[in-house]
């Protein structure tokens, strides 16, 4: 999968649990707090564009976090910490 493809990819809360992000309850609490992105809707869904939250992880002071080498680790063809 191509760079532009991965910057494409939509995000499901599935996906941000196995990225390591946490619960669906911590995700919405940090949308409110203005700490995560707001998620896009598809079929009535919440999903994420892969950018928006891997730049959202870039961005952080401690940006050396595990979900952070996990996305870095999809991008680069290589399995989650």
């Known amino acids: 999968m191509s760079n ?7 995000l499901t809360y599935n996906d941000l649990r196995e990225l ?7 995700i919405w609490r940090d949308i409110k707090e ?3 992105p707001k998620p896009r809707t ?3 869904k919440p999903v ?3 950018k928006d939250v891997e730049d959202y992880f870039n961005a952080l002071p401690e940006h ?5 080498d996990n996305l870095r ?3 680069n063809g ?3 910490a």
């Open 73 to 75: 680790n999809e991008r």
């Open 34 to 36: 203005g700490k995560f």
């Open 20 to 26: 390591g992000y946490g619960s669906r309850t911590k």
């Open 64 to 68: 050396e976090s595990e979900i952070h």
């Open 48 to 50: 994420w564009r892969r």
């Open 78 to 80: 290589l399995k989650q």
């Open 42 to 44: 598809k079929d009535n």
């Open 4 to 10: 532009t493809e991965l910057d494409l990819k939509i």
